[in-house]
């Protein structure tokens, strides 16, 4: 494990940022971005995130200067994850559609030996990774550091949600420590390496052909939710190795490796917008009903990847925090939806107020249209609560993956997990018939 300890970090979401690795004082070239020769014998490399001609408020690249350009390594070939675990894959169409309410109980930790990346399942896609148009999500379950191995996704970008354990991130760009209640957004073609001190367990969200951004806010005003200022990009750091490594690429829903000679976090300086960044959940501004009704579930949208629809997200990350409930005359929980969006959530820490018995490290999934909803136990309890002032899901955090596509589980998600909860729909069979055809709704039927 990188036994660095004091990390710095760059402060703002999406800013133009330029960084030095302190060793290595004034290696970013003055007043040009390729000289005929980089200070300190560097090579200048750029790192595209958008095409060049995309207008400047969504042009995103950065130029990397390192001891030796990431194109030295020999041919990539197939790469195997082991065969204990469900593995990446984009084959979720070979599965017959399954319409119903999906949860999963906590996903089993291995104690097999297990890598971040080899660790790493599929649950549900939809979309092409060719196209430049999807989603998928994913599953880690590890207890071993990358050692001397590194991976990059030329299909999308990460949003990398810590259930369990702390991650050591090693990027081209530097360090970052996440842990849970925090989460990292590592973009499509950034080369990083995982490290872990213990059994660790997590939700990785990937989006295809877009970017995460941050919400607008409309009437709220010009401050609030995820403010700018949290979000924290790490600051150079370079390694100069000479030993072999490996080389992970995730292209086209396949795994392939290349063997290398050198360390690929040999980034001395770098300048640019296109860069990994992390986020610590408990900043999120929250904002929150205090008259009357349960609002919508996007005023807790962290990011959002838009497709080409105004207002229509390939994905959304959305949390559930702990917050204040003032409504009046107002059942308070989630209400009962059918939605034309797909909603997947899982469980940090404590427990989802609209599911009882939900537990860190478990997942359900409701389908496009499918109902859902508070339990019969919810229910019933919320209906007739005292309302009065509450601070709901103290030592909770629930969150949500939201797309407007259609997903569709693969076989691990929805079988060889043997995580599924084949009992979930009982949670609702309690419901009640409350209809006695007399307006009082505290009118009781004899």
Not at 336 to 361: D, Q, T, V, W
Not at 382 to 388: G, V, Y
Request: hydrophobic share 35%.
């Amino acid at each position: 494990m990188n036994q660095v300890t004091a990390l710095k970090y760059l402060s703002g979401f999406g800013n133009d940022f330029s960084s030095e690795d302190p060793r290595c004082p004034n290696s970013l070239p003055e007043g040009q971005n390729n000289p005929q020769k980089c200070p300190y014998g560097l090579y200048a490399e750029q790192l595209s995130g958008s095409a060049f001609t995309c207008p400047r408020g969504s042009n995103r690249r950065s130029w990397l200067y390192r001891i030796l350009p990431s194109v030295k390594h020999e041919p990539f070939k197939p790469y195997s994850q082991p065969k204990s675990v469900g593995g990446i894959t984009h084959a979720w169409d070979n599965e017959h559609p399954n319409p119903n309410q999906m949860r999963w109980k906590p996903f089993k930790m291995s104690s097999e030996k297990l890598d971040f990346i080899d660790s790493l399942s599929t649950v549900c896609g939809a979309g092409d990774a060719k196209s430049r148009n999807g989603i998928a999500i994913h599953i880690y379950c590890c207890n071993s550091s990358m050692d001397n191995k590194a991976f990059y996704n030329s299909d999308g970008d990460y949003v990398i949600v810590p259930q369990q354990g702390d991650l050591r991130i090693q990027t081209e760009f530097g360090l970052m420590d996440v842990a849970p209640n925090e989460i990292c957004v590592i973009q499509q073609g950034m080369r990083f390496s995982v490290d872990v001190s213990g059994p660790s367990r997590g939700y990785i969200l990937e989006v295809f052909g877009v970017h995460f951004q941050l919400p607008d806010l409309g009437p709220i005003g010009a401050n609030g939710l995820a403010n700018p200022r949290d979000f924290l990009t790490p600051s150079a750091y370079f390694e100069n190795k000479k030993e072999p490594y490996s080389i992970i690429s995730k292209y086209q829903g396949a795994l392939f490796v290349a063997q290398q000679d050198h360390s690929p976090f040999d980034v001395v300086a770098w300048h640019g917008n296109y860069a990994p960044y992390k986020y610590d959940l408990e900043k999120f501004m929250v904002i929150n009903a205090v008259k009357y009704d349960h609002p919508d579930p996007s005023i807790f949208t962290v990011l959002t990847a838009q497709s080409t629809r105004p207002g229509v997200a390939i994905a959304d990350f959305v949390i559930f925090p702990p917050r204040w409930s003032v409504h009046e005359g107002t059942f308070r929980p989630p209400y009962y939806h059918r939605n034309c969006m797909s909603e997947f959530m899982g469980i940090i820490k404590g427990s989802y107020e609209a599911k009882s018995g939900s537990l860190p490290g478990s997942a359900t999934l409701h389908s496009v249209m499918t109902p859902h909803g508070p339990d019969a136990v919810v229910f019933e309890k919320a209906s007739n609560a005292e309302l009065k002032a509450e601070f709901i899901g103290k030592g909770a955090q629930a969150f949500m993956f939201e797309s407007s596509l259609s997903m569709a589980l693969t076989k691990w998600g929805n079988e060889t997990c043997e995580c599924v909860d084949g009992d979930y729909f009982k949670c609702w069979e309690g419901l009640q018939v409350h209809f006695n055809g007399k307006r009082d709704p505290e009118a009781t039927s004899e």
